[in-house]
């Protein structure tokens, strides 16, 4: 009749987390003492894991695409730390001799064929 050893196991929805079972004493409601009572079994759960995600810290995290350190919307990270195309929505700065290309939280411009982007220096001037 002694008390059980504590034990763990993974958390559902964490594959981080870990829940360790741990007997409570005799007489606190554990190690069979009589003071059991109907639904309680005598033991205390402890969940250990990482925090919750926050999106708008500037990292990213969880199930983040990603976080500007924000919670505006229309800047290509959203206020819930998604994606936002600004390619397909228009609103992305490129020139009109430019192709857009979306990357994660942002976009970049990519010159046409036969233009250059004289802003980064590539004007052909020597």
Not at 28 to 53: C, E, K, M, R, S
Not at 55 to 69: M, P, T, Y
């Amino acid at each position: 009749e002694g008390e059980q050893g504590a034990s763990s196991s993974s958390h559902p929805g964490d594959d981080d987390a870990v829940a360790v079972t741990v007997p409570l004493p005799a007489g606190t409601g554990g190690g069979g003492a009589p003071d059991v009572g109907p639904g309680n079994h005598g033991f205390v759960y402890i969940i250990a894991g990482t925090p919750l995600a926050s999106c708008g810290n500037g990292v990213v995290e969880g199930s983040e695409e990603c976080d500007d350190a924000n919670s505006d919307d229309g800047d290509g990270c959203s206020s819930t730390c998604k994606d936002e195309d600004e390619c397909m929505a228009g609103t992305h700065s490129c020139d009109d001799n430019a192709d857009c290309v979306n990357s994660i939280g942002s976009h970049d411009c990519t010159c046409t064929t036969n233009y250059l982007d004289v802003s980064a220096g590539q004007d052909g001037s020597s």
